[in-house]
C-alpha cells in the first residue's frame, strides 16, 4: 500500500509559477512511475505529467509542455512539479498517482494508487 499527500497548491495571478509536492509512505518509493493529473469542474480528467520509477524518463500532456517539469527526490520520497507561466485554464485539483515499475503512462488506469489532490487556481 502507498499513501500520497500532495501539496503546494494555492491561488495564483496568470503568468506566475507554483511547485506541487507529492510525499508517498507506505513501500520502496523507488520503484514506483509516478504521474500527475488533474481535473477541473465539469471537464474530463487530464493527464499533465509523469515520471519513470528509474527518473530517465519523462512525458507531458500537450497543454502544458515546455510550461511544467517533473522531477523526484528518491531520498525524500517526494514527486515535484513545477508549473511556471500558468494560465487561468491550468486551474483544476492537480493530484499525484503511483505506478509500481511503470514508465511513466499518460493513462489513468496504469496507476494502482492515488492521492486526493490540491486545488490550483490561477486568476487572469
Known amino acids: 500500500q502507498v499513501q500520497l499527500v500532495e501539496s503546494g497548491g494555492g491561488l495564483v495571478q496568470a503568468g506566475g509559477s507554483l511547485r506541487l509536492s507529492c510525499s508517498a509512505s507506505g513501500r520502496p518509493f523507488s520503484s514506483y512511475a509516478m504521474g500527475w493529473f488533474r481535473q477541473a469542474p465539469g471537464k474530463e480528467r487530464e493527464f499533465v505529467a509523469a515520471i519513470s520509477w528509474r527518473g530517465g524518463s519523462t512525458t507531458y500532456g500537450d497543454s502544458v509542455k515546455g510550461r511544467f517539469t517533473i522531477s523526484r527526490d528518491n531520498a525524500k520520497n517526494t514527486v515535484y512539479l513545477q508549473m511556471n507561466s500558468l494560465k487561468p485554464e491550468d486551474t483544476a485539483n492537480y493530484y499525484c498517482?503511483?505506478?509500481?515499475w511503470g514508465t511513466g503512462s499518460g493513462s489513468y488506469s496504469a496507476y494502482e494508487y492515488r492521492g486526493q489532490g490540491t486545488q490550483v487556481t490561477v486568476s487572469s
Open positions: 498517482a503511483a505506478d509500481m
